[in-house]
């Protein structure tokens, strides 16, 4: 054993010693809580016990057999590679660490895995060393963690007379939920599933059920003049106690004050900790144009995009300093490019200047490292700098699903590792679980992983939430087509171009399904519509390229694809996994393509 495993203090040695630290994180191997900086993490019992074997034996082999045994003993019949994949993804994610390059749990394949963090205390074993007997007496069950603590915060509801002070109450309710969400004890729902319940009278416990919480936190906000009220409630969701009840009367500048003494109210009735961020403006004006700004971006139409950005570039003129409205604007622009609306290249130009300004000016925002990285890595074909802030922003805001959708896709699923994006995926959808768009990022997840079946459920989960979403409509398209249901893949590419007629994305659905069908001749024309228009090489260069690829016309497949690279068009990215290119992967020119785009893929 090396010294970095032994060179501890005493009081860290003694035989009762039933913690274990490394880095930031203190483990306690009887409990199995893991906390970081004093924050207790949320960390589900078998992740734990995965943990305290490792741990048992530092920097030495942990065999997969003591794994097994360890987490399902002999009498328990599962899947065992999937399950311990599943572990490892989720002890991963609670620490942070990257499969690629790891700071704490190494793979050593087909064989096991290894802790390689130096520790400052070593546990008693809980678990027998491959070289000791195992132990006769009875085992005592460790005991489980308890449940962290779970919130729900619902629309505050507006009693200012005017609907159109809406998105003040909405904009609060949203802080609330963020400010909340930096409370390392408390597992917090996000925005879009508090928000479907907006406006309806159902009972909180019904509420709580549907969203799997124990809390519930409601209230209301009136305006007039230059005061505001504010009023909430926390409801324990077993029986419907209010827990607390307050009211804040206070002037509408000190609205940044009165959302700490509510976020500090509730980790006080809780007794966790909060450790509170500054506000990334103190201008009032600027943060009710942020706000509106918000309100109507969450409406996901068109219109609504080009209101919020509206309404960002008033709060950076209100205040040019003010971080997370350049993170906004620079969404906007990065949007333009996912939706086929703009050649791509001079709109990344627009969201790099945007999302560098962001972050310069609020680096503690997660949200902001995550679109400074996405739009750097399509812009640049940079995924290291890329990779790094997505790490920064799992750092700073694990519990946000931009966040964690951001990660999944942009740096996971790119190189093949697609177990831990759907874990990403996943842990996203349980914490906003009525998100339609998470639905449909967990369908494209399976449908990246071959997974086609799932995807399909997944996207059939995403309709019943929003029944015109067009990335799950396209999805299970794609789902159905490849799994050999034709004639339904196409009915769901037609209801696509109901709902986006002669758009870029239907048209790579409507392809994709003739290829999969083997209707040659109607793949051509979809390709031929494409081809004639005359942005299509600049906007969409990836969409003639998979359905050649699907054709089986590899030549053309690869021409389009380094025109797709040359203008940035951003599903170049996930060549690598997508179903749609996997006729090209054994030809030589892939690897040349992907050394186009700077993505270098360690081999299986």
């Known amino acids: 054993m090396s010294s970095s495993y032994t060179d501890m203090t005493s009081s860290h040695t003694t035989a009762t010693s039933r913690r274990v630290r490394f880095d930031a994180f203190e483990f306690d191997v009887d409990t199995g809580e893991l906390r970081k900086g004093g924050l207790r993490l949320l960390l589900q019992p078998q992740p734990a016990t995965l943990l305290r074997v490792l741990l ?18 002999d009498d328990t019949t599962v899947d065992f590679e999937l399950g311990m994949n599943r572990c490892v993804r989720q002890l991963r994610a609670a620490l942070l660490d990257d499969r690629g390059t790891p700071r704490y749990i190494e793979t050593l394949a087909r064989r096991g895995y290894r802790f390689i963090a130096p520790v400052a205390a070593q546990p008693d074993p809980l ?26 915060v619902l629309p ?17 309710t949203e802080d609330i939920i963020n400010g909340l969400a930096q409370i390392g004890g408390l597992r917090v729902i996000s925005r879009t599933s508090a928000f479907a319940f907006k406006g309806k009278n159902e009972d909180i416990r019904q509420i709580a059920e549907t969203l799997g919480v124990s809390l519930v936190l409601e209230g209301s906000v009136r305006r007039a003049g230059g005061r505001m009220r504010i009023t909430s409630q926390l409801i324990r969701a077993a029986d419907g ?27 006080t009735q809780l007794k966790v900790r909060l450790v509170l961020r500054p506000h990334p403006t103190t201008n009032l004006g600027a943060y009710e144009a942020f706000l509106e700004g918000r309100y109507h971006w969450h409406k996901f139409s068109p219109a609504g995009f080009v209101k919020a950005l509206e309404c960002y570039n008033r709060a ?19 949007g333009l490019c996912l ?43 940079d995924w290291e700098t890329g990779r790094q802030h997505l790490l920064r922003a799992l750092e700073l805001n694990p519990s946000s699903h931009v966040v964690r959708f951001s990660d999944a896709f942009w740096r996971l699923l790119p ?64 789902s159905y087509a490849f799994r050999g249901r034709h004639d339904e893949a196409l009915v769901r590419a037609n209801q696509l171009s109901k709902v986006h007629p002669n758009s870029y994305t239907t048209l790579n659905t409507l392809g994709a399904a003739y290829a999969l069908a083997e209707n040659r001749a109607a793949a051509y024309a979809v390709i031929d519509e494409m081809k004639s228009r005359p942005d299509c090489v600049q906007t969409c260069a990836t969409g003639p390229a998979f359905i050649y690829a699907l054709l089986g016309d590899k030549d053309d497949a690869f021409e389009w694809l380094g025109r797709a690279i040359d203008f940035r068009d951003h599903r170049v990215a996930w060549v690598n996994c997508h179903p749609c290119a996997t006729s090209l992967r054994a030809d030589p020119r892939f690897q040349d393509l992907l050394r186009r785009i700077n993505l270098v893929v360690p081999a299986a």
């Open 56 to 73: 048992s034996a530092p920097g030495e082999l942990v065999r997969r057999e003591r794994i097994r045994q360890a987490l399902w003993g």
């Open 127 to 152: 678990v027998p060393t491959e070289t000791e007997r195992p132990s006769t007496a009875t085992p005592t069950p460790s005991t489980a963690p308890e449940p962290l603590p779970s919130i729900a």
């Open 156 to 172: 505050f509801a507006n009693l200012s007379g005017n609907l159109e002070d809406d998105y003040f109450s909405d904009g609060l």
């Open 241 to 267: 106690v209010h827990l607390s009840s307050k009211r804040y009367d206070t002037e509408l500048n000190d609205i940044f004050e009165t959302q700490d003494e509510i976020s500090i109210d509730i980790a």
């Open 316 to 334: 950076v003129a209100i205040d040019p300093d003010y971080g997370p409205a350049y993170t906004g604007i620079a969404e906007f622009y990065f």
């Open 339 to 381: 939706d086929y609306a703009s050649v791509a290249q001079p709109a990344l130009m627009m969201a790099m200047t945007a999302a560098q300004r962001g972050v310069e000016l609020n680096e503690i925002d997660g949200e902001a490292h995550a679109a400074l990285a996405y739009i750097t890595i399509v812009k640049n074909w």
């Open 415 to 478: 190189y093949g590792r697609k177990a831990e994006a759907l874990a990403q995926v996943d842990r996203a959808v349980e914490e906003d679980p009525l998100l339609a768009l998470g639905q449909s990022f967990r369908a494209a997840a399976l449908l990246y992983s071959n997974e086609f079946e799932a995807a399909e459920k997944a996207a059939l989960r995403s309709l019943e939430l929003d029944p015109y979403g067009p990335n799950a409509l396209q999805i299970l398209a794609f």
